[in-house]
T-cell receptor, first 112, second 113 residues
Framework: NAGVTQTPKFRVLKTGQSMTLLCAQDMNHEYMYWYRQDPGMGLRLIHYSVGEGTTAKGEVPDGYNVSRLKKQNFLLGLESAAPSQTSVYFC???????????FGPGTRLTVT | AQSVTQPDIHITVSEGASLELRCNYSYGATPYLFWYVQSPGQGLQLLLKYFSGDTLVQGIKGFEAEFKRSQSSFNLRKPSVHWSDAAEYFCAVGPLTGNQFYFGTGTSLTVIP
């Protein structure tokens, strides 16, 4: 099993550009999450999904959109990137009711 | 509002010494509590979790944590630290408000020989 994978691993964007981060899990988990990690801020939840076709806002959703068209995939989109979105992005997944999360290796995004 | 507080930003210990990392949470009911470890350049890995029952929980890599309801704390401990324990440690609480989880700001651990 690959667990949770994230694509790409690194990306540099210019302000105003758009991009999509892909998260895939092969553990048949219902729940999936997108976090951002910034120095001194820990991890903050951007959006999450409790099942295919459903998404919900987390703590810091502004400037991001998500989609969960397939159970195994959770996409995070930035429509118009801003320097404030420079961060490391982590995807995670979990079983229903188990709550411990399995994390991907992260995507380092720089917006110039 | 901050739900999880890790008061120590950085801790340095000698190899073989004991370790305690502090975590306090602010929430009315007793939530589920977690400790995760992040090695440099890696994602987070679950060390241990507390849901209910015995307030002393054992985890992987020789770690344990004690839940103290009266102090709203869930401190992580290890009797003897190894150089490979150098990493960043995060306390987390959830699920809250829907299915959200909140992480502390992390404690960076340095182990000196």
């Amino acid at each position: 099993n690959a667990g949770v994978t994230q694509t790409p691993k690194f990306r540099v964007l210019k302000t105003g550009q758009s991009m999509t981060l892909l998260c895939a899990q092969d553990m048949n988990h219902e729940y999936m999450y997108w976090y951002r990690q910034d120095p001194g801020m820990g991890l903050r939840l951007i959006h999450y999904s409790v099942g295919e076709g459903t998404t919900a806002k987390g703590e810091v959703p502004d400037g991001y959109n998500v989609s969960r068209l397939k159970k195994q995939n959770f996409l995070l989109g930035l429509e118009s990137a801003a320097p404030s979105q420079t961060s490391v992005y982590f995807c995670a997944s979990s079983y229903v009711g188990a709550y411990e999360q399995y994390f991907g290796p992260g995507t380092r995004l720089t917006v110039t | 509002a901050q739900s999880v507080t890790q008061p120590d930003i950085h801790i340095t210990v000698s190899e073989g010494a004991s370790l305690e990392l502090r975590c306090n949470y602010s929430y009315g009911a007793t939530p589920y509590l977690f400790w995760y470890v992040q090695s440099p350049g890696q994602g987070l890995q679950l060390l241990l979790k507390y849901f209910s029952g015995d307030t002393l929980v054992q985890g992987i890599k020789g770690f344990e944590a004690e839940f103290k309801r009266s102090q709203s704390s869930f401190n992580l401990r290890k009797p003897s630290v190894h150089w490979s324990d150098a990493a960043e440690y995060f306390c987390a609480v959830g699920p809250l408000t829907g299915n959200q989880f909140y992480f502390g700001t992390g404690t960076s651990l340095t182990v000196i020989p």
